[in-house]
């Protein structure tokens, strides 16, 4: 028979558990930014009364790549509603470490003149014992949520260089373009004089027209892909029209001396790759699944009560009610094939996003060497070249051994040489950009299952 002091002291068992259950002062937060900063060389951090003007800093020169990163690490809203989405995850946490509330019934019975009244307490004692094993999965299922959302930064990281490179080369392309414009322009109103006057013949006339039609209509092009380049950049920065307006650079970064690549990439890549640790961790947060689903796979429900019943004219009976959910129908069988199913998708998707890790650094790695020697090549041997045969028109035409059409053409042609270097100068700085989030970041996406951790489903009232 259980004694008075049975609720008492399972009250105050309770309310130590309870007490074990709290939120963390950042959320989590600390280190999400931990492992962004390893990263990509920035923390994420929450937004707080100090952004606007550490937004307007950063806004006041001319915005690097870097600069570009660290504000949008900074100002980007899908980080913050990732950096949101930890909260979720942390109470999740913290209601694992939560008994369910105790139930209390009360029934009374009259008749005759006597009245019963019947009492019960029920504690959920199977949640009790499972309680260490369901707060370690949902303390990796955070851990994994702190992963994500550290893809998520990286990821964005990634985006906003990117964003940037792309931004600059489409404004310093369009600079060139519009010179290329002017130059036919001038070339197709100097066809038409020459064809009013008897010097030149209609068919000349529409050839130089028709260049400067397509010229113009490429420059229309480009000003809008300048445009749309920016724009990518703006929202990636999250930047409204409240805030100070954007200033980037006149050029690209240029090219590094030699070409400096990461030693042993793919092995670098499985230890530092976000999706590779996140699909990892799902595996282990799958095989604890498993664990807790055979525990409980013939004890379902197991509940311990106290109980007492008095009658009119008779002492107070007390004692106890277990309940326990008998096995008849339902022996867990389709649980326990489900959680293995579960956790051998979760290991072969673990295998594929390593094969995918691999071949995207080999990948990466490629790109980088070949765009480099592109825009090397480039920069050392046809710009100067186009530069060189440029001097040496003008050199004839200041001589009368070529027309000024021929010059006019000479210059057309440097100036689609120079966008070419630039496309390819872009290229390069970007497929560095994608080698790095290659070995950092991952191009998979997870999230770990959302599993019933309970042996059975919390009712309404649960914490």
């Not at 558990?17 to 990263?39: M, P």
């Not at 010097?199 to 445009?227: G, K, P």
């Not at 060189?388 to 000024?404: I, Q």
Request: charged share 20%; with cysteine.
């Amino acid at each position: 028979m259980i004694s008075r002091l049975t609720i008492p002291v399972t009250a105050l068992l309770l309310a130590l558990l309870a007490g074990c259950a709290s939120f963390s002062s950042d959320g989590g937060v600390a280190r999400v930014g931990a492992l962004s900063s390893e990263r990509v060389g920035h923390a994420v951090e929450r937004d707080g009364p100090q952004t606007p003007t550490r937004v307007a800093a950063l806004l006041a020169e001319p915005l690097s790549a870097d600069a570009a990163v660290q504000l949008a690490l900074l100002n980007n809203k899908r980080l913050q509603v990732a950096l949101a989405e930890l909260g979720v995850a942390e109470a999740d946490l913290v209601q694992a470490g939560l008994m369910r509330n105790p139930r209390f019934s009360f029934g009374r019975l009259s008749g005759d003149g006597a009245v019963e009244i019947d009492r019960t307490v029920m504690f959920d004692l199977g949640g009790l014992l499972t309680m260490p094993l369901r707060r370690a999965i949902e303390q990796q299922r955070f851990q994994g949520a702190q992963l994500q959302a550290a893809l998520q930064v990286v990821r964005v990281a990634a985006d906003t260089r990117r964003a940037w490179y792309q931004a600059v080369a489409a404004a310093q392309s369009l600079t060139y373009l519009r010179q290329a414009e002017l130059a036919t322009q001038a070339s197709a109103e100097l066809g038409q004089r020459m064809a009013a006057v008897g010097n030149w013949s209609r068919l000349d006339e529409a050839r130089e027209q028709v260049f400067h039609a397509e010229v113009s209509a490429q420059l229309l092009r480009a000003e809008h892909l300048a445009v749309a380049a920016r724009e990518r950049l703006v929202r990636l920065l999250g930047l409204s029209v409240n805030e100070p307006s954007l200033r980037l650079p006149d050029r690209l970064p240029s090219l590094p001396a030699q070409l400096s690549l990461p030693q042993q990439a793919e092995q670098l890549a499985l230890a530092q790759r976000l999706d590779v640790q996140a699909a990892t961790l799902e595996t282990q947060f799958t095989a604890r699944t498993l664990g807790l689903t055979r525990t409980t796979r013939f004890i379902n429900v197991l509940e311990l009560g106290y109980q007492n019943s008095s009658a009119s004219g008779a002492p107070r009976a007390d004692g106890y009610e277990v309940e326990l959910s008998l096995p008849l129908f339902d022996w867990g069988t389709a649980r326990v094939r489900r959680a293995e199913a579960t956790y051998l998708r979760a290991l072969q998707r673990t295998a594929d996003i390593a094969v995918q890790a691999r071949s995207e650094v080999r990948e990466g790695h490629s790109s980088l060497r070949a765009q480099y020697e592109v825009a090397r090549r480039y920069r050392d041997e046809i710009v100067p070249l186009r530069k060189k045969m440029s001097d040496e028109m003008l050199l004839r035409y200041n001589g009368m051994l070529a027309s000024v059409f021929e010059l006019l053409a000479d210059a057309r042609a440097q100036i689609a040489s120079v966008n070419a270097a630039i496309d390819a100068q872009r290229d390069f700085w970007i497929a560095d950009s994608e080698l790095q989030f290659a070995i950092h970041g991952g191009s998979a996406v997870l999230a770990l299952p959302s599993a019933t951790l309970s042996p059975r489903a919390a009712p309404a009232d649960a914490h």
